[in-house]
């Protein structure tokens, strides 16, 4: 089946630790997002990437890194620099939007506490 | 101001009832609109894209009126499965997705 597999579903920080949420896709979509999602506030986008091997910050960029190495896979990588992780981060994919009506299509999520 | 402002409820409507969110954008140049349901602890999933002229899918309508610049989400006939928080998502014209903070149903019997 297509769609956007993302892993782990429960996440657990140590202070001081990075860690890695993947995120891989089937979809052949072009474009990948990773998002963070606190209670309240909505959706906040971190990084996304429209092409392999290009990738631009959003809106909460600090503390986190990214990489895309191949069209279906955009790992967040989630650094000690980042002062309060815990909430629900969710990757989503789409086809180039370039002025057309293309909406992201999400993976289940990955909730990240810590200890 | 926030770019995609939705009032967030919760709105409490009994099964079969006729529901309407309002979405209001900042972006006079935002070209695509979608509506996106998001159970509890879930990821969000696409309901439905908004066209300039209007769209209905089922028992949901949708509608966009760019002189005001806000978008409706209308619901008739609520069921019980209805019951989510409702996003309204904004395209930027740096191509990233803007999204409301949700509009939350209930549905009780």
């Known amino acids: 089946d297509g769609g956007i597999t993302q892993s782990p579903k429960y996440l657990f920080r140590k202070e001081g630790q990075n860690v890695t949420l993947s995120c891989e896709q089937n979809?052949?979509?072009?474009?990948m997002y990773w998002y963070r999602q606190d209670p309240g506030q909505g959706l906040r986008l971190i990084y996304y990437?429209?092409?392999?091997?290009?990738?631009q910050k959003g809106d909460i960029a600090e503390g986190y890194s990214v990489s895309r190495e191949k069209k279906e896979s955009f790992p967040l990588t989630v650094t000690s620099a980042q002062k309060n992780p815990t909430a629900f981060y969710l990757c989503?994919?789409?086809?180039?939007?370039?002025?057309?009506?293309?909406?992201?299509?999400f993976g289940d999520g990955t909730r990240l506490s810590i200890l | 101001r926030k770019e995609v402002e939705q009032d967030p409820g919760p709105f409490n409507v009994p099964e079969g009832a006729t529901v309407a969110f309002n979405c209001t954008y900042s972006?006079?140049?935002?070209?695509?609109f979608f509506w996106y349901r998001q159970d509890c602890r879930k990821e969000p999933k696409l309901l439905m894209s908004?066209?300039?002229s209007g769209n209905e899918d089922g028992r949901f309508t949708a509608q966009l009126n760019r002189a005001s610049q806000y978008i409706s989400l209308l619901i008739r006939d609520s069921k019980l499965s209805d019951s989510a928080t409702y996003l309204c998502?904004?395209?930027?014209?740096?191509?990233?997705?803007?999204f409301g903070t949700g509009t939350r149903l209930q549905v009780f019997p």
């Open positions: 989503a994919s789409s086809f180039q939007n370039r002025g057309s009506n293309q909406p992201q299509h």
């Open positions: 979809l052949n979509h072009d474009a």
């Open positions: 998502v904004a395209l930027s014209n740096t191509d990233k997705l803007i």
């Open positions: 990437s429209q092409i392999v091997n290009d990738f």
């Open positions: 908004v066209y300039s």
């Open positions: 972006n006079s140049a935002s070209q695509s």
